[in-house]
T-cell receptor, first 116, second 114 residues
Framework: GAGVSQSPRYKVAKRGQDVALRCDPISGHVSLFWYQQALGQGPEFLTYFQNEAQLDKSGLPSDRFFAERPEGSVSTLKIQRTQQEDSAVYLC??????????????FGPGTRLTVL | DAKTTQPNSMESNEEEPVHLPCNHSTISGTDYIHWYRQLPSQGPEYVIHGLTSNVNNRMASLAIAEDRKSSTLILHRATLRDAAVYYCILRVPPGKAAGNKLTFGGGTRVLVKP
């Protein structure tokens, strides 16, 4: 069946530009997560949605980062006024529900953002 | 939050077993031990999880020490496709908001030699 998809797969932005990264979770998955992975590092949590509600945004590094999931399915991560330190792979994951430690998260392939 | 410690890298020969250690000496009694792996240029994927007892599935086995301060992921016969970064992750019990997210460390990079 279809997994988590992300678009675009690669994005090059000039410093100061705004970017929008899209995530299509697995159909019916209630929970959606965004992670940031710098080169050579493990992924780091950014934010979490349960349906359309953003329940945890403690990992967003600055107010330039904004995420939404208005209808409880597709999510968009927006980065305003991109900086070079924003260069990373942005991973989206979804799960059936997020409140149990049993529920595995299914990850998309990521969007590689390069800020010049 | 309890932390995990893993070796940076390990090498194995194809079709031989691989034992990946993880230390989590500050684990709480209700933390679950999860393993994910990340193949090159892909997102992480779930491998296995456990609480106290050893666990087996089609991908791997998880051996948990009696005091739960360490665990070992066992790949019984490594293939070239198993070359990846393996992450040992502790997850808090349900009902706590922190349990929703995965906290990755640096992981162990596994190289499988043909």
């Amino acid at each position: 069946g279809a997994g988590v998809s992300q678009s675009p797969r690669y994005k090059v932005a000039k410093r100061g530009q705004d970017v929008a990264l899209r995530c299509d979770p697995i159909s019916g998955h209630v929970s959606l997560f965004w992670y940031q992975q710098a080169l050579g590092q493990g992924p780091e949590f950014l934010t979490y949605f349960q349906n359309e509600a953003q329940l945890d945004k403690s990992g967003l590094p600055s107010d330039r980062f904004f995420a939404e999931r208005p209808e409880g399915s597709v999510s968009t991560l927006k980065i305003q006024r991109t900086q070079q330190e924003d260069s990373a792979v942005y991973l989206c994951a979804s799960s059936v529900q997020g409140v149990s430690p049993y529920n595995e998260q299914f990850f998309g392939p990521g969007t590689r953002l390069t800020v010049l | 939050d309890a932390k995990t410690t893993q070796p940076n890298s390990m090498e194995s020969n194809e079709e031989e077993p691989v034992h990946l250690p993880c230390n989590h000496s500050t684990i709480s009694g209700t933390d679950y031990i999860h393993w994910y792996r990340q193949l090159p240029s892909q997102g992480p994927e779930y491998v296995i999880h456990g609480l106290t007892s050893n666990v087996n599935n089609r991908m791997a086995s998880l051996a948990i020490a009696e005091d739960r301060k360490s665990s070992t992921l066992i790949l019984h016969r490594a293939t070239l496709r198993d070359a990846a970064v393996y992450y040992c992750i502790l997850r808090v019990p349900p009902g706590k908001a922190a349990g929703n997210k995965l906290t990755f460390g640096g992981g162990t990079r596994v190289l499988v030699k043909p």
